[in-house]
């Protein structure tokens, strides 16, 4: 019966649920802006031209674009619950996003991506997700899970569930490892996405022929053009992190828009708050130069045809109503919002029209650390005098490293941080297992004068990680962290300063975008008090032990020289 009423309400034969009147459609199929009337009869467009609705918006000229579609985000790095991240973003204009759960499945495999799908239920955004490829990112960290080809299999019976999450492991493709190809088999003709990031020549042509099909890892010029070339999609990310839109954009031609799509990857919350989400990448490229209406298309239905999403991206019969109401094209300020016909935002407000149908969807403590002793910080010098260590640089905005080596004096035969040369002693205590593991190094580049900072937000494992000044502060730190269930923290002489808990696998928060944003500040705040030098320090400890980048990075087992990718001693011989 709903198709016979859509068919009718088409026809003209009865009339529409809502008509939107007297607006501009923006489309994205003919690329151009044109007058007409949108007809929505239950979460369907019906028609576009003149129709009658027992409801009635006129629209006085705003522009009805489809709505907004972040082809690859992983919603954790927003610190935020799905449904608080939908409610933050949706006012933005955005319809759907194609998250990969790839964090809280390192954490808890399975059982954290479903957890991720059945909080996604009921909120004003359409959540699509992609079966994380990746767990873990590495065998010199200790993750909470492994996912092989046989978990990914069971995932992808999920409608929700598009395809495979970024490869990762590109020199294991490029090799032909059976457990990377058996991923790559099992997801079949369903999309799978790419993180290549450098790869050239024959090793990318092996990686495409794998049956990758995008990428979004592109930094240069040189680099997505080759891509391009070869037949890869490219995702131009702008997130908070890494920003590649400027680089890219002369890349984008009419005759190229369906091989490009915006993506955000990572966006953290005091982001999405003060600059907005899609709509933001939007005006970034209307003002690099791109045609508003191509810059839409690639925020809608570039991405929608790439993951086989017919229903989505277009103003057209047949297709869902969620749309985005913009009163100017240029500057993409998005005034309403609405989800398979149903308004969820009005001038930057949720309206959030299912909240009473959503239930709390219990997930167990992912915060399984052995019993902490004061003792296990301290690092034991291997003789009297003068030792060298390599120690890992770290630098703002960046997620890499680099490493270096300096000289410390030993005191009661151990080997102590030296604020007074910003060098931090280092702590990664492996929290999934219990196992007691704790790699133990030094970092240079925090400026940290006193206390330590803690951060269960650890790429890719997510295991705790502790920087400080001292033994005492560091251990308080690690302990504060376990008592919350996870987090941040800033502890100095004793006591906790101030504290983010995220005790949704130690990854996200149950507070609201502005409350998070808050605790957010107070906690940067309360870094600078102890002299830290850098803007977002949580944010550069984060990527301390993501042990697939930069020079030097350490882990739970301990230093990893990435480039060579095998454990070294932190003890210069």
Known sequence: MELKTRVDVAAGRQPADLVLKNGR???????????????????????????????TLDLKGQYICPGFIDGHVHIESSLLSVPEFAKAVAPHGTAAV???????????????????????????????????????????????????????????SDRWILGLAEVMDFPGVVAGDPDCLGKLTVAGSRPIDGHAPGLS???????????IGSDHECTTLEEAREKLRLGLHIM???????????????LVRPETLDR?????????????LTEGHMDHLIRRAVAGGLNPVHAIRLATASTARYFGLHDFGVVAPGKLASLAILDNLEQCRVRRVYRAGRLVAVDGV????????????????????????????????????????????????????????????VRDEQLHADPSRDLCKLAVIERHQASGKIGLGFVRGFGLS????????????????VAGTNDKDMFTAAVQLVKMRGGFCVVRDGTVLAQVPLPIAGLMSEASAEELRDQLRALHAAAAQLNSKLRRPFMALSFIALSVIGALKLTDQGLVDVGQFKLIDLIVP
């Not at 090793?203 to 049956?211: P, Q, T």
């Not at 490009?260 to 999405?272: G, H, I, K, P, R």
């Not at 006193?450 to 990680?465: E, R």
């Open 25 to 55: 459609i923006v489309n994205v199929l003919s690329c151009e802006v044109h007058d007409g009337d949108v007809a929505i009869v239950g979460d369907r467009i019906a028609g576009i031209g003149a129709y009658t609705g027992r409801e």
């Open 98 to 156: 194609i998250a990969d759960p790839h964090e809280i499945a390192n954490v808890l495999g399975t059982e954290g991506i479903r957890y991720m799908l059945s909080s996604s239920k009921y909120c004003p955004i359409h959540v699509f997700m992609m079966a994380s490829s990746s767990v873990p990112a590495s065998r010199f960290e200790s993750s909470g899970a492994d996912l092989g080809a046989v978990d990914i299999l069971s995932l992808l």
């Open 201 to 211: 020549g024959r090793e990318l042509c092996a990686y495409v022929a794998a049956g």
């Open 236 to 250: 131009i990310r702008e997130g908070s992190q890494a920003r590649d839109l400027d680089a890219l954009l002369p």
């Open 260 to 272: 490009f799509m915006f993506v955000t990857d990572d966006v953290d919350v005091e982001d999405l």
């Open 350 to 409: 949720v309206i959030d029209p299912d909240a009473d149908k959503r239930r709390p969807h219990i997930l167990r403590s992912s915060m399984n650390v052995q019993w902490l002793e004061l003792h296990q910080f301290a690092i034991k010098a291997p003789h009297a005098g003068e030792c060298r260590v390599h120690v890992i640089e770290v630098s703002e905005g960046r997620v890499d490293t680099r490493r270096s080596i300096e000289p410390l004096t």
């Open 450 to 465: 006193a206390g330590a900072i803690a951060s269960s937000v650890a790429h890719d494992s997510h295991n705790l990680l």
